[in-house]
Each structure stands twice: as C-alpha cells, then as structure tokens.
C-alpha cells in the first residue's frame, strides 16, 4: 500500500487524526480560506475506493472525506492518485484537495472554495434524535418530527425503501426513500461491506394508515445522510 506524507504541524495533526482515523463513518457557508483550514500541506496517496459527486475516499485517508470542488471525482475510482490539500477545521472530516495527480499527470487543479451544499456537519447529525419506531400504527414515532435517524437496510426496487427491524431481526417496518443526496450516496458506497446502518432523514407525510398493513410503509423521507452511527 502506498505510504502517506505529512508536512504538517505535528501536534494539530495527530489531533485531528485521532478524532476521525479507524472510521468510515464520520462527517456554514464557506469562510475565508485562511480561517477554516489548517496552515499546513497534506498529501495522501493511495487507490480512489468509493468516488461520487466531488466526494473521494482512499484508505490511506482513512477517517477523511476527501472533497474536489467542481469535479467529477467518479471518474477516478479505482485509480491510483496522488492528493495535495488541506484538512478543513470548521468542516471535520472534510479534506479539501488542491491538487491530484494519476499516472504522473495532473487531474485536477482546485479553483473553488468548499461549500457546503449537501455536505452535512457533524454537529448538525449529532442534533438528529434517533426515532423509535414501534409499529406501523404507532404514528406518534414519527410524525410531527421534521427529522430523525433510523438504523436499517437500505432496499432499491421499483420503491426504494428503508427495512427496519425488531430485536428478533424481523421486518418490522418500512420508510419510503424519496430522495438521497449525492453525499449520502457516497457514503452508501464507503459502507458497501455493511448490510445495515444509520440514516439521517428529513421526514415527509406518513403512509395512509389503511395501506400500511400491506407492505409496513409508514412514511417517506429523504435521506440527507449515512453512517455508522
């Protein structure tokens, strides 16, 4: 595997490291470039594992998003990269690349500030409560709740779904996925060795409750984000 550089102030570094290294599952408008990024170089290199929208991730990163404004990261999954940038303090986890390079050529040159867009912050997912579901008729579980978190399956079929759980592992009911953001679906791929994990939602209308009894949808949502927890 390919080694990782650092030319960085070592302490702030190892700071950061610690609070997002041995994870694939962490995550304001854009400031001044001087106030929310870290006054230092970092370059990772490695093989592009998940690619979507300007969202990259090497395993050699691990822990960081890597984020290429105004580009096509897919377009370099798989391929092995060489990535010059800096790690974004107001925005955890995100790694903002000012250059990569394959197969000794440049690819990308950054000539955009980071934006938030579809980005969720950490503080705002950690302000998502969980929503306990218990039962299809249990209406009080979700609604009048803008948003929440369930921990699930994600299903994709002529309805794409959310399958959720009893303790036995049983079915126990269904939330209907009306849209995902680029960003979620980014980190659907990060996670595709996991069958089920926490989707933040923007909760929508429930499901009429005579229908529910026919397939356990209860609601629809749109997920704005994925994770481990």
Known sequence: MSSIKKIATLSLSLILMAGFAGTVGCQKKAEQPAAE?????????????????????????????IVLPGFDAATLAGKTI?????LLADHPPVFLADSVESG???????????QAEDFIEMKDREAIPALA??????SEDWEG??????????????????????????????????????YSNYYIQKLRLFNEFWFYL????????KARPRNREIFHAAVIGVGLY
């Not at 000794?104 to 980071?114: A, D, K, L, M, N």
């Open 133 to 138: 579901i218990s039962g299809i008729n249990a």
């Open 202 to 209: 923007t909760v929508k209308d429930s499901v009429d409750k």
């Open 37 to 65: 990024t870290v006054q230092a170089v970092t370059e990772f290199e490695g093989v592009v594992r998940a690619a979507l929208g300007r969202y990259m991730y090497l395993s050699t990163a691990q822990g960081f998003d």
């Open 145 to 182: 709740k803008t948003q929440g978190k369930v921990f699930g399956k994600l299903v994709k079929g002529d309805v794409n779904y959310i399958a959720l759980s009893d303790a036995k592992g049983k079915e126990l009911a269904r939330v209907i996925v009306d849209s995902v953001s680029t």
């Open 82 to 86: 060489k990535v010059k940038g800096n």
């Open 104 to 114: 000794g050529q440049t690819v990308y040159t950054r000539s955009q500030e980071f």
